[in-house]
């Protein structure tokens, strides 16, 4: 048995310097969970590969992990909190910073109201332990309506379809890759993104999997991705008309009487009734608006259901355009009805050994709307399109403060320009980053936390994600001094601060400062699935994939406790995923709630969009993209991760760039509603004709960043052309992809 500090490396000549040491961590800079050996010196960061010893990642890690040295090494990092005084930046106390922001904040809420402050939350905090599980404290401290994250330029259409179909908002099935027949990806490209909503460490070699035990990967996306160049079959698809190649799957299932769901039936008793919302979308009616052929659309659906097991996956890109919570709820209909839902090979539920999920919030929904455009809120959260109308917008509850939490919204939500606009007349602003960005700039005072190898880690998201049971705790890999602070530190100092100058009680803070995120964690081990205070009987059931194939870790996932993680730093295996209904249904019945009155009714906006004779069909459209070696805005300041030719480029089809006269390397004018861009012209055959695509996350070129590499490579900032009133009207989910634009050759 070990601890996260083993394999003690002594130096050839005792004393000449301190001993090296290998750690045993998780690289937090996607979903993924890879877990890493990182070789240190003291404080010195020596090298960082993958754990082989890690049961679900076996050793593998993508080029980002070694971008978590550079995160602890960048110069350009701040370790204090910083004071806007003038145009200078002034290094102050932490007491002084959380005095000042509290008072500010309390000031501007007196004056103004509570809805006042507004809260923006980036992605960064759903890898954090300690935000996850203390920043709400601030949160709820603050009492304000006005909250807004990165959920809405990204994953809320999942969350609201979970939340309707089986009660909880994260309670969000996962492709069972590890032993499906049949793999159908719609807007998504893992090998990219390492998996997202399906916390998958090598993807590349479980997606091979599938085509050796004979099986098929299909791919769906308006670009050849990595993933579609490794499939068996990859489809262009006009961007935004995923939800008819849906409703023309769903009608292929009935015509073809293809349903395979007699067992789901009673949990979901009118299953079948789906038949009459789909009669209308034959093929052949949609074919030509998807630029997907009829008889292709039919032998999809005959495949997938001539599979011994199948699921079909739809991700970014079938979420962040006009349909994209219909189109994530027709995604579910279909495997279901196919039979493929908590099914072996099939969309499986998890069985996390840390499980939030039952003393979290289920979701609230419709209790309020957005102030001046009436978007709904959802979970307590606006969408991120109105925050900017929000800002501007005069009147009772407009927004006259932000505090920002590890986000950089000025980059990554649409309108920036409109949006940096309103950032420009508020009247106070607080950042949680430990950089400069093009967001923090405005701020009049950031606190920095530390970076991800600075601290403990449990993943309490992603483990809720992950393609197969598995637990892990990772220790800090290196110390930090005592002017250094932790996320939670900050969120739980503010947070009572601002109750105390409200008049409420603070007596309860000092058991949390005792706790601390690593006791909530014990707690939830101890009472979960595999704790031994759990309270239910979790005994195997006939329905328990056993067959051979169970943990690797023996029975060492029984007892589960903090302690026990922690002498496991590799992690411990908790075997595959099992087959869980009724109990992983949240309603208090057990039944699925398929909601055919909220989510049905999107067919008439279907029809409206798609089949009025006013489209154009011809207007050329804007997708984004990724790359594996960039996550979203965070890591542009990493040398080793922006080398190389420029990745920020306009792809096009050739046809297309002989449309317009452009030649590779010309620099193309990009004009939507909102705004326009100038971008380098990549011409490729990998994106269907009418398509152009830029990545998302880059723009670094506005003055007062402290980004010295990013600085280097600015890019171009997709979301200058992104329209902030075009949106999803089932979520207000932004509508990143399928975006119209006009181009120019400079």
Same mark, same amino acid.
């Given at each position: ?13 005792? %004393? ?39 049961? +679900? ?8 992990? #070694? ?65 996850? =599980? ?36 994260? @309670? ?8 499906? @027949? ?53 489809? +262009? ?44 979308? #034959? ?16 032998? =999809? ?35 279901? =009805? ?17 499980? =939030? ?107 809720? +994600? ?74 195997? #059931? ?154 998302? %996350? ?49």
């Amino acid at each position: 048995m070990v601890n996260s500090e083993q394999n003690v490396v002594k130096s050839e000549q005792s %004393g000449v310097s301190p001993e090296q040491k290998l750690h045993y961590s998780t690289c937090t800079l996607c979903e993924a969970m890879c877990g890493i050996e990182v070789a240190t010196q003291g404080n010195r960061i020596l090298s960082i590969k993958g754990d082989k010893n890690n049961p +679900f990642s076996e050793g593998h890690v993508c080029p980002k992990a #070694s971008a978590l040295k550079d995160l602890y090494d960048d110069p350009d990092r701040l370790k204090r909190p910083v004071k806007k005084v003038g145009d200078e930046w002034q290094e102050i106390p932490w007491s002084e910073a959380f005095d000042y922001v509290a008072e500010k904040l309390h000031h501007t809420q007196s004056i103004h109201g509570k809805d006042a402050v507004g809260v923006y939350l980036g992605n960064p905090n759903a890898h954090n332990m300690g935000a996850i =599980l203390f920043g709400p404290y601030f949160y709820r401290a603050l009492e304000s309506h006005n909250r807004y994250s990165a959920t809405s330029v990204d994953q809320l259409p999942h969350h609201i379809v979970s939340r309707r179909l089986f009660g909880h908002m994260s @309670q969000i099935p996962i492709p069972d890759i590890d032993h499906t @027949q049949h793999f159908v990806i719609i807007g998504g490209n893992p090998l990219a993104s390492n998996g997202s909503i399906m916390t998958v460490p090598n993807v590349k070699k479980r997606l091979k999997g599938v085509q050796k035990r004979g099986g098929k990967v299909v791919v769906i996306d308006p670009k050849r991705t990595d993933t579609a160049d490794l499939s068996c079959e990859h489809y +262009f698809i006009r961007p935004g008309s995923d939800v008819l190649l849906l409703l023309a799957m769903l009608h292929v299932v009935f015509e073809k009487q293809l349903h395979n769901a007699e067992a789901l039936l009673p949990y979901a008793e009118d299953l079948y009734d789906v038949k009459g919302y789909v009669k209308d979308f #034959s093929p052949e009616t949609v074919s030509k608006l998807t630029g997907i052929e009829a008889s292709q659309i039919t032998q =999809l659906v005959i495949d997938f259901c001539s599979a011994d097991s199948a699921v079909c996956y739809g991700r970014m890109g079938a979420s962040v355009q006009a349909f994209g919570t219909f189109t994530q709820y027709l995604i579910m209909l279909f495997n279901m =009805l196919t039979g493929n839902l908590d099914r072996r090979g099939g969309m499986m539920f998890t069985q996390p050994a840390a499980n =939030l999920l039952p003393v979290s919030s289920k979701g609230s929904m419709g209790g309020y709307r957005s102030r001046v455009r009436g978007l709904p809120a959802f979970a307590g959260e606006y969408p991120v399109a109105c925050l900017a109308e929000e800002i501007l917008t005069p009147g009772e509850g407009q927004i006259k403060a932000m505090v920002i939490g590890a986000g950089n919204p000025l980059v990554t939500t649409p309108n920036t320009e409109q949006l940096e606009r309103a950032f420009s007349q508020l009247d106070f602003v607080v950042s949680v980053d430990f950089y400069i960005t093009e967001t923090s700039r405005h701020a009049d005072i950031i606190l920095p936390p530390v970076t991800p190898l600075e601290r403990d880690h449990y993943d309490v998201v992603f483990h809720n +994600f992950a393609v197969r049971n598995y637990a892990t705790y990772s220790e800090a890999v290196v110390n930090i001094d005592d002017n250094q602070l932790n996320d939670w530190q900050i969120y739980l100092s503010l947070a009572e601060r601002l109750d105390n100058l409200n008049g409420k009680r603070t007596a309860h803070y000092e058991a949390l400062w005792q706790k601390q995120p690593k006791g909530v964690i014990d707690d939830l081990l101890k009472s979960g699935q595999y704790g031994g205070h759990a309270s239910i009987n979790h005994s195997v #059931s006939e329905n328990t994939i056993t067959d051979g194939e169970t943990s690797s870790n023996g029975n060492c996932g029984d007892n589960l406790s903090l302690d026990k993680l922690k002498a496991y730093p590799h992690g411990i295996d908790l075997g595959p995923l099992q087959p869980a209904l009724p109990d992983a249904v949240f309603h208090e019945d057990k039944k699925i709630k398929l909601d055919f009155d909220y989510f049905m009714p999107d067919i008439a906006r279907v029809k409206t969009h798609f089949f009025e004779p006013m489209r154009n069909q011809n207007q050329m459209v804007l997708i984004g993209r990724r790359h594996i070696k960039t996550n979203n805005s965070w890591l542009h300041n990493s040398p080793r991760m922006v080398k190389g030719n420029n990745r920020c480029t306009l792809q096009l089809h050739p046809a297309d760039a002989d449309n317009y006269a452009v030649n590779e390397g010309d620099m193309v004018k990009v004009t939507s509603r909102v705004g326009h861009v100038l971008v380098e012209a990549e011409i490729t055959d990998s994106i269907m004709p009418g398509v152009v695509s830029i990545p998302h %996350g880059w723009g670094h070129n506005k003055k007062g960043i402290k980004l010295g590499v990013a600085s280097q490579y600015p890019g171009v900032n997709t979301n200058i052309l992104t329209d902030e009133m075009q949106v999803d009207t089932l979520s207000g989910n932004s509508v990143l992809n399928g975006v119209p634009v006009s181009l120019e050759r400079v």
